[in-house]
């Protein structure tokens, strides 16, 4: 089993998709700052001047970015009005995941959002005299994150 895994094709980064609540709502030029990380705290220990003992504490976990070509689905902004709104409930219940698929549209790995919800948005630059893709940006937070390998291929 473990040759099987250590003898896989590395992933690419070029392929993935947003899911909100269970529905695929975007594809993504960029995602960047999945991240968790861990407070830690050093007790100094009377009479041992040669060290400290760490010790864990509170996690956290950053906020994602993503960026995306503008496009005609309001998807993200009717989701982003929400909050802008206060017509959350007071409650952060929406689920996310960025997926990541392989060179033939297969799932490959799942980041699962809990909690989440829109910080931010920003939209395109325009430029009438360039050539550029109008880009959006939307920024993300959670309260927990899931990593699982996508569903396995079938057979061939």
């Known amino acids: 089993m473990a040759d099987e895994v250590s003898n896989r094709d590395p992933l690419g980064n070029y392929y993935f998709a947003l899911e909100i609540n269970n529905v695929q ?3 993504f030029q960029e995602f960047s ?3 968790t990380s861990s407070a830690v705290f050093e007790i100094e220990e009377g009479g041992v001047n040669g060290r400290t003992h760490k010790r864990p504490g509170q996690s956290r976990y950053e906020n994602v970015v993503l960026r995306y070509a503008t496009n005609a689905s309001q998807t993200l902004l009717e989701w982003r009005d929400r909050y802008l709104r206060d017509e959350f409930s007071g409650q952060r ?4 995941a960025v997926i990541v698929y392989d060179n033939d549209g297969t799932e490959v790995r799942r980041y699962s959002f809990m909690r989440t919800w829109p910080v931010s948005w920003e939209g395109p630059d325009l430029n009438s005299g360039g050539s550029d893709v109008a880009v959006e940006t939307v920024e993300l937070a959670f309260d927990g994150l899931y990593v699982k390998e996508g569903r396995p291929k079938s057979a061939r």
């Open 25 to 27: 709502v975007a594809h």
């Open 33 to 35: 700052g999945l991240k």
């Open 93 to 96: 219940e929406d689920s996310g």
